[in-house]
């Protein structure tokens, strides 16, 4: 059984179409994009609306959930620096994390199978 790991990358939204065709062209099949909002080291900024200005300390992001095993995690590292990075603070973070097992629902299959595509299987 290959190892199993889980990574999210969390990046502007305006990234994510950058960032799919990133992951498509290295073969990741699959990944949960989530709306998220948050704040780093910028802790927001100031915006005017109606002539008051006031603190906008949540930032809106994607937030994008990629389990791999066969896909090498370093690649899919490469792959979502170079696609999100704008050289501005606000890019984001990735978060990679080891996934003890997987479980396809339907068909029971667990481990690096359960993830794998099944037609390449």
Do not use: W
């Not at 062209?25 to 704040?39: L, P």
């Not at 890019?91 to 996934?99: A, L, M, S, T």
Request: hydrophobic share 35%; glycine share 8%; charged share 30%.
């Amino acid at each position: 059984m290959q190892p199993i790991t889980k990574i999210d990358i969390i990046t502007r939204p305006e990234k994510l179409d950058t960032l799919k065709e990133a992951m498509n062209k290295i073969n990741v099949a699959g990944m949960t994009v989530t709306q998220v909002y948050g704040c780093g080291l910028s802790k927001g900024h100031k915006e005017i609306y109606r002539g008051q200005e006031y603190d906008v300390n949540l930032v809106p992001k994607v937030k994008v959930e990629i389990v791999v095993c066969e896909v090498p995690v370093e690649r899919v590292i490469d792959a979502a620096k170079t696609a999100c990075r704008t050289d501005k603070m606000g890019d984001g973070k990735i978060f990679i994390y080891p996934v003890a097992n997987a479980v396809r629902i339907r068909t029971g299959e667990e481990g690096d199978i359960a993830i794998m595509d099944p037609k390449n299987t």
